[in-house]
């Protein structure tokens, strides 16, 4: 974070009263973020001696800002983490990354179980938070290898990993994305999902800390409360998961009130273009689906610039520097247009997992790809089709049904604004599919059947449950919760049997 740190004071000798972030307790000039900043940088120093590994409480206010920058007046790697971890998540972290210090409010620091014996040095900080240190020596940062910041992922083991990141990358990565939607010195960029995801951290504080312009954070997700904090602050460009960006769209009132956004980034979940265009029509700004990870950040975009079909139904062309291949079973690149296995590499590549307090060695291909898991297709134009997981099936009575094929040619009807398929167990047939939908009508399990037999969809792949609801589960960077999802239609399909 020393790069961060070095802008934002450099910037606050010039103009310490422009606004820095907007939140909910209201706007923050940059010389309040820094004397914070300095502040808390002040008061590490006094615990500890050397730079440090700072485990902070990430919420979308102006503290994870100023923390970040402390932590980088110290040349220290900070970790983000949500206030709402459990205690396990915070021992798994913990064991993880082995912090030298934790910032944190006393209600999250008593939830997680800080040790305050272990961490016996302190202050209080950031206007009545409570930093937590180990005295004596810091473990210093060497360990990282050049790791700056990290964030927890969810993991297919069930185990959340913690991804370990370098300043260049994130630098990188927010370039790119300024450059791609044009986005000029000054503008106000919003900060809406929970800082304390890798993508956010880079995208939501990072990117509007180099651009120089306000920080507009929403502190919990009301789609009526984002669509007020944008349309007063006349925000220029956000990033959400289609989850949240179709949310957006059926507030009522809300046609026309994101006119100043030059664009939205939408990735992170499945999206259909039908269902893109009828939002993006409504709230009067243009979509750009990207396809990006943690591991990886944002390797792709499309551009305000391009037609409707490559910004809504395609994913993005790589980053200038970043390569994105799909490739066979064997690793050969597939033919244009040709389904295949996605790799990718570039200066947003990740340093690994955080294990025992230093990044674990990544997992990649010999000439230094990293395998995604996911599934895409190239065109010519040199776009990228994400179309799904490689293990995101169904199997029912021995036939594998594509989760994502089913989602999509839901999604394509006009009267879904929402959907997730799921399977739900059976048993005889092993599994059936269900839907999880958030609809604008009436709508059933008949009337789905009856639109999808009209579009010549095959029967073999209709659900046999469509649930309606009022909206789809989400974790807690408001992308769509899968396991949650199924435990919500297996409850409802078993009420529907019951009855």
């Not at 020393?2 to 004071?9: R, S």
């Not at 999206?271 to 009067?284: K, Q, V, Y």
């Amino acid at each position: 974070m020393k790069q961060l740190a070095a802008t934002l004071v450099e910037r606050a000798q010039v103009t310490p009263d422009a606004v820095a972030v907007v939140d909910g307790s209201g706007a923050h000039t940059l010389g309040e973020v820094l004397a914070a900043a300095h502040e808390l940088a002040d008061s590490l120093a006094a615990a500890s001696d050397g730079a440090p590994t700072v485990l902070l409480q990430a919420d979308n206010t102006w503290r994870t800002l100023a923390a970040s920058v402390a932590v980088g007046l110290r040349g220290g790697l900070v970790t983000v983490m949500s206030s709402h971890a459990t205690a396990g998540e915070y021992e798994l972290a913990l064991e993880d990354i082995v912090p030298d210090a934790v910032v944190a409010s006393d209600g999250t620091a008593a939830a997680w179980g800080v040790d305050v014996a272990d961490l016996s040095a302190g202050a209080r900080v950031l206007d009545g938070w409570a930093l937590h240190a180990r005295p004596g020596p810091t473990r210093g940062v060497e360990r990282w290898d050049g790791g700056v910041a990290i964030a927890m992922t969810s993991g297919s083991t069930g185990r959340p990993k913690c991804v370990v990141q370098s300043e260049e990358a994130i630098r990188y990565a927010g370039r790119s994305t300024i450059e791609a939607v044009g986005l000029q010195p000054g503008d106000p960029v919003a900060a809406l999902v929970p800082l304390s995801s890798v993508a956010a951290f880079c995208f939501g504080l990072y990117l509007p800390a180099m651009l120089g312009g306000p920080q507009v954070c929403l502190e919990r997700w009301r789609p009526a409360d984002a669509l007020d904090v944008m349309e007063h602050n006349a925000v220029a460009w956000t990033m959400l998961v289609p989850t949240m960006a179709l949310q957006l769209s059926l507030v009522p009132g809300s046609t026309g009130r994101l006119s100043s956004l030059k664009a939205m980034t939408v990735g992170g979940g499945p999206m259909n273009a039908d269902a893109l265009e009828r939002a993006e029509r409504a709230l009067g700004t243009r979509f750009l689906r990207v396809f990006g990870m943690s591991e990886c950040l944002g390797h792709t975009t499309a551009a305000p610039s391009d037609d409707a079909t490559t910004r809504l139904d395609r994913d993005g062309r790589p980053f200038p520097g970043t390569d994105v291949r799909v490739v066979d079973e064997a690793g050969r690149s597939v033919p244009i247009g040709v389904e295949g296995r996605v790799q990718v590499s570039g200066p947003s590549l990740f340093l690994g997992y955080a294990r025992s307090g230093r990044p674990q060695a990544r997992e990649l291909t010999p000439d230094g790809y990293l395998v995604t898991g996911d599934l895409a297709r190239l065109h010519d134009d040199g776009s990228l089709s994400i179309l799904g997981r490689e293990k995101q099936i169904i199997i029912r009575g021995g036939r594998n049904i594509d989760i994502n094929e089913v989602e999509s040619a839901l999604a394509a009807l006009p009267q879904v604004a929402q959907v997730c398929v799921v399977p739900v167990p059976d048993e005889m047939l092993g599994e059936r599919v269900a839907a999880l939908v958030v609809t604008t009508s009436q709508l059933d399990l008949v009337t789905v059947q009856e639109a999808l037999e009209a579009s010549g969809f095959p029967k073999a792949k209709w659900p046999e449950f469509v649930h309606v609801v009022d909206d789809l589960p989400q974790n807690r960077v408001g992308k769509l919760n899968r396991p949650e999802a199924v435990s919500l239609a297996v409850r409802l399909s078993l009420q529907l049997r019951e009855a």
